[in-house]
């Protein structure tokens, strides 16, 4: 910024109170003066037992299940599931096609193309990027500390008029650990836009989520997933929480049938089993720990970063040769090492005792 003034308005410090001053200056002028499309179901209300309003097949599916019939565009009963196992009420949950469509979606909700920034905190999350290149919005890169922590100082100077939206991830993706919570309420209480704290590693982690937060901020987004703790990756179902009025504003946007029926009667049946879940958790924790103990002592390994997700980031001396000698044998891992701040590094996922026995076994046999 080049105006102090200004720039004391859009990022107060600390101990201002804060700029924010709700959706009506941040919102893209087409996305306020939307018609959302109205689906067939939508424009009766009542109760029928012949449905000839949406050209679908009466006749059936060729499946043993029926999928002829479009699926809710409201998802009531996912989110009300959700809503007990978050204690948010389904009126501040947004479900996506996957968290990724949650992140594009607030981009083509918030973000002028040509126009408006947003900031990242690399190393972070690839879609961040991909999203904003692809709806052609300019992207500020304030780097984490050497402690993958927030420079908060950096992120203030690289605020302007028109940033809005700022991302922070954690669990971090890929260094894996969390943000200081006390960071991501600087910004939340001293933003002038949205803050989107996507906490797709939650499940794994010792911090508190930020939904607890909601009704603190009403600029703020939490964004979760059904793609890692709760094993779903491939039904693509993400969530985002937030205030009525992002949440509205998310659903306008949204296709209407964003989350087809198989995978909402399928993350229905999967929320009742929460139980499983839990062990999993527990159990792939466990296993992180017996992975760190063990590849901490191997000569190519010069650091493993403290995780709280199911991964971890190990700094090697050489991680494009280890790289390659894993998948030789057929044991893929992330090489992250051409990325900044993870330079020598390798992104490794938890996996069954199996396969971690197997990853240790095959990295005994590497020579440095
Ligand atoms: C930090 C983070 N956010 C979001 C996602 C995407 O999740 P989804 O499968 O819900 O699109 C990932 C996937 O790797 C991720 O690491």
């Known amino acids: 910024m080049s105006n102090e003034i200004d720039q004391q308005q859009l990022y ?157 991830c954690s669990p971090n993706n890929p260094t894996g650990n969390s943000i200081n919570r006390d960071d991501i309420e600087t910004l939340l209480a001293n933003f002038n836009g949205i803050v989107v704290v996507d906490e797709a590693y939650i499940n794994y982690s010792r911090q ?24 779903l990756a491939g039904l693509r179902m993400g969530m985002a929480f937030a205030s009525e009025e992002i949440i509205e504003v998310m659903n306008k946007v949204k296709p209407p049938y964003n989350i087809n029926e198989a ?6 049946q999967a929320l009742a089993n929460i139980d499983q879940v839990n062990v999993w958790i527990k159990e792939t924790l466990q296993q992180r720990d017996n992975l ?25 001396t050489d991680a494009n040769s280890i790289y390659n000698f894993l998948v030789e044998r057929g044991i893929i891992v992330r090489n992250r090492s051409k990325v900044e701040l993870c330079e020598g590094c390798l992104r490794i996922t938890i996996g069954t005792p199996q396969e971690n026995d197997k990853l240790i076994k095959t990295l005994q046999q590497y020579n440095a």
Not at 110 to 134: H, K, Q, R
Not at 263 to 268: H, M
Request: some cysteine; glycine content about 6%.
């Open 208 to 231: 508190k989520t930020f939904i607890q937060e909601l009704t603190e901020y009403a600029n703020l987004v939490v964004l979760q997933t059904l793609s890692k703790a709760w094993g």
């Open 12 to 168: 107060s410090g600390p101990d201002g109170n804060s700029p924010f001053r709700g959706l009506g200056g941040l919102l893209r002028q087409n996305i306020k003066n939307l018609t959302p499309y109205s689906s067939a179901r939508d424009e009766f209300q009542g109760e029928a037992s012949v449905f000839l309003d949406a050209n679908e097949n009466a006749y059936g599916s060729p499946l043993v299940q029926a999928y002829n019939r479009y699926p809710d565009p409201m998802q009531y009963q996912v989110k009300m599931r959700l809503s007990q196992i978050k204690g948010v009420p389904a009126r501040n949950i947004f479900l996506g096609n996957g968290s990724d469509e949650a992140i594009d979606i607030l981009f083509r909700s918030f973000c002028n193309p040509g126009v408006d920034n947003v900031i990242i905190v690399p190393p972070t999350y690839g879609m961040y990027e991909v999203s904003a290149n692809i709806n052609d919005v300019k992207l500020k890169r304030v780097l984490l500390t050497e402690e993958y922590q927030l420079n908060l100082e950096g992120i203030a100077e690289a605020i302007d008029a028109n940033t809005k939206l700022i991302f922070i």
């Open 263 to 268: 995978s909402q009667t399928l993350a229905l």
């Open 292 to 316: 760190v103990l063990t590849l901490k002592d191997m000569p190519f390994v010069l650091d493993i970063y403290p995780s709280d997700a199911n991964f971890i980031l190990v700094k090697t």
